[in-house]
């Protein structure tokens, strides 16, 4: 007769999940995963497989639930211009923020730590960064043809400017304590708008 698991496998991913993301895939070990879940390594390998099998699912709950908003944000009928700018804005405030400052994005720590080396980890980076991406450029395709952003600016050209801004201030405001280098970059950025 097999045994009922005596642990809650959705809580031991979020509790995962906030340990690489506050320590890094490197710096947490199964020993520091069995302490912090609760649970013993055998469960911990029967349930997620090995560590690197568990910061792939714990990304992949990251992916699935972090900031589901930016799709409502620059999706919303009406004018798009102001919801890229809050967007942005929005990103801004939250770097500069204490609690962000300390885990910054666990997409973005991911492909600063494993994206050179891990060729699944880069791929689920790249697949976040193109949503992201697509929903900026729609955004900006919108703002273009509804006479929001000038017709010589190229959509795409600025989404992917604004993309790796937006990644620049998660490293950033990681790291710094001065909250104008986020704040400052992001409304230099938004000023290319138009």
């Not at 090995?50 to 620059?74: C, G, S």
């Not at 500069?96 to 494993?114: H, K």
Request: glycine share 8%.
């Amino acid at each position: 007769m097999a045994r009922t698991k005596e642990f809650d496998p959705e809580a031991a991913l979020q509790a995962a999940l906030e340990l690489f993301w506050a320590r890094g895939y490197e710096a947490t070990t199964m020993s520091d995963l069995v302490e912090h879940l609760g649970i013993g390594r055998a469960s911990i390998y029967a349930t997620f497989g090995n560590k690197h099998e568990l910061y792939l699912k714990a990304m992949n709950r990251y992916l699935e639930t972090r900031d589901p908003r930016i799709v409502e944000e620059l999706s919303a009928p009406g004018p798009a211009l102001p919801a890229v700018r809050a967007l942005v804005r929005r990103f801004a405030t939250e770097a500069a923020a204490d609690g962000e400052r300390l885990n910054g994005c666990f997409v973005t720590n991911s492909a600063a730590e494993l994206g050179p080396h891990d060729t699944v980890v880069a791929r689920r980076v790249e697949l976040s960064w193109e949503q992201i991406e697509t929903l900026l450029h729609g955004a900006l395709t919108r703002a273009r043809a509804g006479g929001e952003l000038p017709a010589d600016r190229d959509p795409r050209a600025l989404a992917r400017m604004l993309l790796v801004l937006l990644q620049g201030i998660r490293v950033v405001g990681k790291v710094s304590s001065d909250p104008g280098r986020v704040t400052d970059a992001a409304e230099q950025a938004l000023g290319l708008l138009g």
